[in-house]
C-alpha cells in the first residue's frame, strides 16, 4: 500500500468513528432515563429462577409491544431440561440465589 493510501484510509476511519460517535451521542439523547431506571427496577423485582423464567419474559415481551416493537414468542416444550450443561455445583449457586 502506498503512504498516500494509507493516510486517506487512516482519514476515513477516523471520519467513521466521529460519525459513530454523533450517532450514539444522538441516540443516548433519546433516551427517557427515568423510563429506564423504571423498566430496570420492575424487571429486577420479578423472580426468574432457572427454569421459571417465563413472567420475567413475558414482562420484557409486554414492554417491547407498548414500545410498538413486535415480539415473536417461542414456546418451550414442557420436558425441556432445564438443567442441560448445569456444572457441578450451579444447584448451590442456585439455592444462594433464591436465599437473596
Same mark, same amino acid.
Given at each position: @500500500?502506498?503512504?498516500?493510501? &494509507? ?5 476515513? @476511519?477516523a471520519?467513521s468513528?466521529?460519525?459513530? $460517535?454523533?450517532?450514539d ?5 433519546q *433516551?427517557?432515563q %427515568?423510563?429506564?431506571?423504571s423498566?430496570c427496577?420492575?424487571?429486577?423485582? *420479578?423472580?426468574?429462577y432457572l427454569?421459571?423464567e417465563?413472567?420475567?419474559?413475558n414482562y420484557?415481551?409486554n $414492554?417491547l !409491544? &407498548? ?6 414468542e *417461542?414456546p418451550?416444550p ?7 450443561? @448445569?456444572? %457441578?455445583?450451579?444447584s $448451590?449457586? @442456585? $439455592?444462594?440465589? !433464591?436465599?437473596?
Amino acid at each position: @500500500m502506498l503512504p498516500n493510501q &494509507n493516510a486517506k484510509g487512516v482519514i476515513q @476511519m477516523a471520519k467513521s468513528e466521529a460519525d459513530r $460517535e454523533k450517532r450514539d451521542k444522538e441516540i443516548i439523547s433519546q *433516551i427517557d432515563q %427515568l423510563k429506564l431506571i423504571s423498566l430496570c427496577r420492575n424487571l429486577v423485582k *420479578i423472580p426468574s429462577y432457572l427454569g421459571d423464567e417465563v413472567p420475567k419474559a413475558n414482562y420484557v415481551a409486554n $414492554e417491547l !409491544r &407498548n414500545l410498538g416493537i413486535e415480539v415473536t414468542e *417461542i414456546p418451550i416444550p414442557g420436558d425441556f431440561p432445564v438443567n442441560a450443561g @448445569m456444572s %457441578l455445583g450451579s444447584s $448451590e449457586v @442456585m $439455592e444462594r440465589e !433464591r436465599a437473596f
